[in-house]
């Protein structure tokens, strides 16, 4: 049974629909990192205080993840004729 790919007609796929949600993302995180500066945190730890930890931390915890699935991936990847024995 052939699979379906998704029709370039698709809201997903249209380059106006990919940059109007990239600039809502990017809106989003602005704001939330604005509004930082309108709450009054306790840090906890130190560098949980600091201006846009949850923005930074985030990422870099995302980064920290890709890079360790790929690291994982390799490590556990199978040659193509595994299942031909």
Do not use: N
């Not at 602005?30 to 931390?57: M, N, P, Q, Y």
């Amino acid at each position: 049974m052939a699979e379906k790919k998704p029709s370039p007609d698709h809201w997903l796929v249209r380059p106006d629909t990919i940059r109007i949600i990239w600039i809502g993302s990017l809106a989003v995180l602005a704001l939330t990192v604005i509004a930082e500066l309108f709450i009054d945190r306790v840090s906890k730890f130190g560098i949980d205080g600091t201006l846009g930890f949850g923005a930074w931390f985030g990422f870099i915890s995302c980064v920290v993840l890709v890079i360790g699935s790929k690291a994982l991936g390799a490590v556990l990847k199978q040659p193509d004729t595994y299942y031909d024995r």
